[in-house]
């Protein structure tokens, strides 16, 4: 089970993938205002993740000792075109069960970014010896990415009405979970 931190894309280009450090902090913010401006399907819009570049640099800072919590980047000729995580809780009865999120920034869409970042997350889950079970959320209209999580087998576990709140109506998710043995 090798983590894979470079993979050659669709259209040639080179993705490498890396944990994101504290340092990452201002940028990753910049990427998830832009991205949320280019799709409905995520749970803010564009210009809408109030955070300060003090709060992300403290949450990335916590996250790099964590054993069940990790945010990596995608990068293309350095600019990152991905973001994606996986985030459990203390508790120890819930140690073992991360919820993954992950998004890709428009222009690089349809080239395997999102299946490269999803892979590395799922080989980090199983090398963690402490996940057993990866959780998500997906729009029910959100037909590509269900696909991709089906392709890496992920697997419907039911639905989950009124989600989200957008352009004036309430959006239902499709929960899908992949368990890690
Ligand atoms: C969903 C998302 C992460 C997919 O990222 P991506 O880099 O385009 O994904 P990939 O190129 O790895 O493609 C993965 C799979 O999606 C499907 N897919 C890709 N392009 C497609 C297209 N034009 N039409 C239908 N399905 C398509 C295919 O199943 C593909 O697998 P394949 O290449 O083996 O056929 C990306 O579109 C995204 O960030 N969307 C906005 C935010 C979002 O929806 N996040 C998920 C919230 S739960």
Request: aromatic share 6%; glycine share 8%.
């Amino acid at each position: 089970m090798e983590l894979q931190n470079s993979r050659i894309l669709k259209d040639g280009s080179s993705l490498s993938i890396i944990r994101a450090n504290p340092e990452d902090a201002a940028e990753m913010i910049d990427f998830l205002n832009r991205i949320g401006g280019e799709t409905d399907n995520l749970t803010f819009g564009g210009g809408e993740f109030h955070m300060t570049v003090e709060k992300e640099t403290e949450f990335l800072e916590g996250l790099q000792k964590s054993q069940n919590s990790i945010m990596i980047l995608g990068r293309i000729n350095s600019q990152i075109v991905s973001i994606a995580n996986l985030s459990a809780s203390n508790k120890t009865r819930m140690l073992h069960a991360a919820e993954l999120g992950t998004s890709v920034i428009k222009a690089h869409w349809h080239l395997g970014v999102g299946t490269a970042m999803m892979e590395y997350l799922i080989t980090w889950a199983k090398r963690s010896g402490i996940i057993r079970k990866i959780d998500l959320s997906v729009r029910t209209t959100n037909h590509r990415a269900i696909q991709l999580y089906e392709q890496l087998g992920f697997q419907k576990e039911g639905i989950k009405t009124r989600c989200m709140f957008i352009n004036g109506e309430f959006c239902d998710t499709v929960e899908m979970g992949l368990k890690i043995e």
